[in-house]
Protein backbone atom coordinates (compact mmCIF):
# COMPACT_ATOMS: atom_id res chain seq x y z
CA UNK A 1 0.00 0.00 0.00
CA UNK A 2 0.95 3.41 -0.76
CA UNK A 3 2.48 5.11 2.38
CA UNK A 4 4.04 8.15 2.81
CA UNK A 5 6.36 8.63 6.31
CA UNK A 6 7.75 11.29 8.13
CA UNK A 7 10.33 11.99 10.07
CA UNK A 8 9.71 13.11 13.68
CA UNK A 9 9.30 16.53 15.67
CA UNK A 10 11.44 19.25 15.45
CA UNK A 11 12.39 21.98 18.25
CA UNK A 12 14.34 24.88 16.40
CA UNK A 13 15.77 28.12 17.53
CA UNK A 14 14.94 31.62 15.14
CA UNK A 15 17.29 31.70 12.66
CA UNK A 16 18.53 27.80 12.65
CA UNK A 17 17.15 25.14 9.64
CA UNK A 18 15.01 22.33 10.21
CA UNK A 19 15.32 19.42 7.16
CA UNK A 20 12.31 17.47 7.02
CA UNK A 21 12.13 13.91 5.22
CA UNK A 22 9.34 12.01 3.42
CA UNK A 23 9.72 8.69 2.54
CA UNK A 24 7.65 6.61 0.10
CA UNK A 25 6.41 3.41 -0.33
CA UNK A 26 3.97 0.94 -2.19
CA UNK A 27 4.31 2.85 -5.90
CA UNK A 28 6.81 3.92 -8.42
CA UNK A 29 8.38 6.95 -6.58
CA UNK A 30 9.26 9.03 -9.80
CA UNK A 31 5.76 8.79 -11.18
CA UNK A 32 4.67 11.71 -8.72
CA UNK A 33 5.12 14.27 -7.84
CA UNK A 34 5.33 15.53 -4.06
CA UNK A 35 4.30 18.57 -2.76
CA UNK A 36 4.96 20.24 0.86
CA UNK A 37 1.98 21.67 2.76
CA UNK A 38 1.66 23.17 5.96
CA UNK A 39 -0.69 23.96 8.82
CA UNK A 40 0.27 26.62 11.41
CA UNK A 41 -1.44 26.09 14.92
CA UNK A 42 -5.34 26.63 14.33
CA UNK A 43 -4.79 27.70 11.05
CA UNK A 44 -5.40 26.59 7.55
CA UNK A 45 -3.75 25.06 4.78
CA UNK A 46 -0.53 27.10 3.37
CA UNK A 47 1.16 25.29 -0.01
CA UNK A 48 5.23 25.20 0.44
CA UNK A 49 6.53 24.02 -3.30
CA UNK A 50 6.23 20.63 -5.11
CA UNK A 51 9.13 18.61 -6.33
CA UNK A 52 9.31 16.28 -9.53
CA UNK A 53 10.24 13.40 -8.17
CA UNK A 54 11.88 11.88 -11.49
CA UNK A 55 13.80 15.34 -12.68
CA UNK A 56 14.20 17.22 -9.02
CA UNK A 57 12.84 20.53 -10.87
CA UNK A 58 10.59 22.02 -8.27
CA UNK A 59 8.81 25.43 -7.75
CA UNK A 60 8.37 27.15 -4.60
CA UNK A 61 5.79 29.35 -3.10
CA UNK A 62 6.37 32.96 -3.87
CA UNK A 63 6.71 34.14 0.11
CA UNK A 64 9.20 31.06 0.55
CA UNK A 65 11.48 31.61 -2.08
CA UNK A 66 14.92 32.01 -1.36
CA UNK A 67 14.30 29.66 2.31
CA UNK A 68 12.77 26.64 0.97
CA UNK A 69 14.81 23.97 -0.67
CA UNK A 70 13.01 20.47 -1.99
CA UNK A 71 15.50 17.49 -3.08
CA UNK A 72 14.91 14.23 -3.78
CA UNK A 73 16.88 11.14 -3.43
CA UNK A 74 15.61 8.60 -5.82
CA UNK A 75 17.87 5.41 -4.57
CA UNK A 76 15.81 5.63 -1.11
CA UNK A 77 12.38 6.72 -2.43
CA UNK A 78 12.91 10.02 -0.26
CA UNK A 79 11.84 13.76 -0.82
CA UNK A 80 13.40 16.71 1.65
CA UNK A 81 12.32 20.04 2.37
CA UNK A 82 14.74 22.52 3.85
CA UNK A 83 14.20 25.20 5.56
CA UNK A 84 16.35 28.11 6.50
CA UNK A 85 16.20 31.36 9.08
CA UNK A 86 13.19 29.88 10.98
CA UNK A 87 10.85 32.22 12.31
CA UNK A 88 8.45 31.47 15.47
CA UNK A 89 6.09 32.07 12.40
CA UNK A 90 7.42 29.32 10.91
CA UNK A 91 5.59 27.07 14.03
CA UNK A 92 3.58 24.48 12.32
CA UNK A 93 2.73 20.97 10.93
CA UNK A 94 4.23 20.05 8.14
CA UNK A 95 3.29 17.61 5.51
CA UNK A 96 4.15 15.82 2.49
CA UNK A 97 1.49 14.85 -0.05
CA UNK A 98 1.48 12.77 -2.97
CA UNK A 99 0.20 13.95 -6.29
CA UNK A 100 0.73 15.69 -10.17
CA UNK A 101 0.75 19.17 -11.43
CA UNK A 102 -2.59 19.57 -9.92
CA UNK A 103 -4.22 19.85 -6.82
CA UNK A 104 -5.09 16.28 -6.71
CA UNK A 105 -3.38 14.99 -3.31
CA UNK A 106 -4.26 11.40 -2.79
CA UNK A 107 -1.90 10.10 0.08
CA UNK A 108 -0.76 12.13 3.00
CA UNK A 109 2.60 11.98 5.03
CA UNK A 110 1.45 11.78 8.85
CA UNK A 111 2.78 15.50 9.29
CA UNK A 112 5.56 16.85 11.49
CA UNK A 113 5.99 19.49 13.85
CA UNK A 114 8.38 22.12 13.41
CA UNK A 115 8.17 24.41 16.83
CA UNK A 116 10.34 27.48 16.32
CA UNK A 117 11.00 29.08 19.89
CA UNK A 118 13.82 30.75 21.63
CA UNK B 1 -5.39 36.05 3.32
CA UNK B 2 -5.90 33.61 1.46
CA UNK B 3 -6.30 33.55 -2.30
CA UNK B 4 -9.86 31.65 -2.56
CA UNK B 5 -12.28 32.86 -0.08
CA UNK B 6 -14.48 31.03 1.70
CA UNK B 7 -16.69 31.29 4.75
CA UNK B 8 -15.04 30.75 7.68
CA UNK B 9 -17.82 28.72 9.56
CA UNK B 10 -20.89 27.32 8.34
CA UNK B 11 -23.13 24.82 10.56
CA UNK B 12 -26.27 22.62 10.41
CA UNK B 13 -28.49 19.88 12.34
CA UNK B 14 -28.33 16.54 11.47
CA UNK B 15 -30.20 15.28 8.36
CA UNK B 16 -29.88 19.15 7.08
CA UNK B 17 -28.01 20.61 3.73
CA UNK B 18 -25.43 22.86 4.06
CA UNK B 19 -23.14 24.40 1.04
CA UNK B 20 -19.72 25.96 1.34
CA UNK B 21 -18.43 28.16 -0.90
CA UNK B 22 -15.62 29.18 -2.72
CA UNK B 23 -14.82 32.25 -4.60
CA UNK B 24 -11.11 32.67 -6.75
CA UNK B 25 -10.24 34.07 -10.13
CA UNK B 26 -9.53 33.77 -13.71
CA UNK B 27 -5.97 32.52 -13.24
CA UNK B 28 -7.21 29.97 -10.58
CA UNK B 29 -10.85 28.36 -10.54
CA UNK B 30 -11.49 29.95 -13.85
CA UNK B 31 -9.38 28.13 -15.32
CA UNK B 32 -8.17 24.86 -13.75
CA UNK B 33 -10.36 22.44 -11.18
CA UNK B 34 -11.05 22.60 -8.09
CA UNK B 35 -11.01 20.20 -5.44
CA UNK B 36 -12.26 19.81 -2.18
CA UNK B 37 -10.30 18.47 1.24
CA UNK B 38 -11.82 17.12 4.65
CA UNK B 39 -9.77 17.56 8.04
CA UNK B 40 -10.68 16.15 10.85
CA UNK B 41 -9.20 17.28 13.85
CA UNK B 42 -5.35 16.04 14.15
CA UNK B 43 -5.57 14.15 10.81
CA UNK B 44 -4.10 14.82 7.68
CA UNK B 45 -6.61 16.10 4.74
CA UNK B 46 -8.25 13.57 2.79
CA UNK B 47 -9.53 14.26 -0.75
CA UNK B 48 -13.41 14.82 -0.63
CA UNK B 49 -14.41 15.54 -4.14
CA UNK B 50 -11.70 16.09 -7.10
CA UNK B 51 -12.53 17.20 -10.62
CA UNK B 52 -14.99 19.62 -9.67
CA UNK B 53 -17.53 17.20 -8.90
CA UNK B 54 -16.35 13.72 -8.62
CA UNK B 55 -16.20 11.81 -6.13
CA UNK B 56 -13.22 9.47 -5.06
CA UNK B 57 -14.79 5.58 -4.21
CA UNK B 58 -15.51 5.70 -0.72
CA UNK B 59 -16.67 8.97 -0.31
CA UNK B 60 -20.78 9.60 0.54
CA UNK B 61 -22.57 10.13 -2.10
CA UNK B 62 -24.36 12.98 0.10
CA UNK B 63 -21.00 14.85 -0.70
CA UNK B 64 -21.63 16.56 -3.84
CA UNK B 65 -19.57 19.33 -5.63
CA UNK B 66 -19.84 21.78 -8.59
CA UNK B 67 -17.86 24.76 -10.14
CA UNK B 68 -19.60 28.07 -11.83
CA UNK B 69 -17.24 30.45 -13.75
CA UNK B 70 -14.61 31.71 -10.72
CA UNK B 71 -16.72 30.13 -8.13
CA UNK B 72 -17.23 26.71 -6.26
CA UNK B 73 -19.39 24.83 -3.73
CA UNK B 74 -19.31 21.88 -1.69
CA UNK B 75 -22.88 20.67 -0.79
CA UNK B 76 -23.19 18.03 1.73
CA UNK B 77 -26.57 16.70 2.01
CA UNK B 78 -28.04 14.78 5.15
CA UNK B 79 -25.67 16.23 7.42
CA UNK B 80 -23.81 13.77 10.09
CA UNK B 81 -22.44 14.62 12.97
CA UNK B 82 -19.07 12.56 11.67
CA UNK B 83 -19.10 15.56 9.24
CA UNK B 84 -17.77 18.13 11.31
CA UNK B 85 -14.92 19.39 10.55
CA UNK B 86 -12.76 21.50 8.52
CA UNK B 87 -13.01 21.88 4.20
CA UNK B 88 -10.62 23.48 2.19
CA UNK B 89 -11.02 24.18 -1.42
CA UNK B 90 -8.18 24.28 -3.16
CA UNK B 91 -7.07 25.12 -7.19
CA UNK B 92 -3.83 25.59 -9.55
CA UNK B 93 -3.53 29.11 -9.94
CA UNK B 94 -1.87 30.13 -13.51
CA UNK B 95 0.03 32.86 -12.65
CA UNK B 96 3.40 33.29 -11.30
CA UNK B 97 4.49 30.22 -13.34
CA UNK B 98 2.00 28.43 -11.66
CA UNK B 99 1.22 27.62 -7.94
CA UNK B 100 -1.43 25.92 -5.84
CA UNK B 101 -3.83 27.98 -3.60
CA UNK B 102 -5.72 26.83 -0.85
CA UNK B 103 -9.23 28.55 0.44
CA UNK B 104 -8.75 29.59 4.02
CA UNK B 105 -10.91 26.73 5.41
CA UNK B 106 -14.36 26.30 6.64
CA UNK B 107 -15.25 24.99 10.00
CA UNK B 108 -18.60 22.98 9.74
CA UNK B 109 -20.27 22.42 13.23
CA UNK B 110 -22.93 20.14 13.11
CA UNK B 111 -25.47 21.09 15.85
Known amino acids: QVQLVQSGAEVKKPGASVKVSCKAS????????IHWVRQAPGKGLEWMGIINSSSGSTNYAQMLQGRVTMTRDTSTSTVYMDLSSLRPEDTAVYFCTRGGQNTFFDYWGQGTLVAVSS | QSVLTQPPSASGTPGQRVTISCSGSSSNIGSNVVNWYQQLPGTAPKVLIYNNDQRPSGVPGRFSGSKSGTSASLAISGLQSEDEADYYCVAWDDSLNGHVVFGGGTKLTVL
Open chain 1, 26 to 33: GYKFTSYF
